[in-house]
């Protein structure tokens, strides 16, 4: 099993940055995909980011040039960097993995609010 740690998120102005940061622990060797996502009430849970092991990070459409995804493997983390933050932005993230074994794991969510 993998357990999820999320830290970071809160407010910001629009145009302004926030970090998220997400650790992983347990079974991590098993972990090959780590990624973010995000869900404002009353409307599906949708793709931010993902990052690879080997391939190149993937990015919604709405986030292109403003957010960047990373991860660092030796801490089992994998970060969000949020930036030109938009009100839009504003919703519940989430981190979420993906195993080698077809299990899935999700984080307890953070909020982000952008506003003035």
């Known amino acids: 099993q993998v357990q999820l740690e999320e830290s970071g998120g809160g407010w910001a102005q629009p145009g302004g940055s926030l970090r998220l940061s997400c650790t992983a622990y347990?079974?991590?060797?098993?972990?090959?995909?780590m990624g973010w996502y995000r869900q404002v009430p009353g409307k599906q849970r949708e793709l931010v980011a993902l990052?690879?092991?080997?391939?190149?990070?993937t990015y919604a459409d709405a986030v292109k040039g403003r957010f960047t995804i990373s991860r660092d493997d030796a801490k089992n983390t994998v970060y969000l960097e949020m930036n030109r933050l938009k009100p839009e932005d504003t919703a519940v993230y989430y981190c979420?993995?993906?195993?080698?074994?077809?299990?899935?794991?999700w984080g307890q969510g953070t909020q982000v609010t952008v506003s003035p």
């Open positions: 979420h993995v993906k195993q080698t074994t077809g299990g899935t794991t």
């Open positions: 347990g079974a991590i060797r098993t972990i090959y995909i």
């Open positions: 990052s690879y092991e080997t391939l190149s990070p």
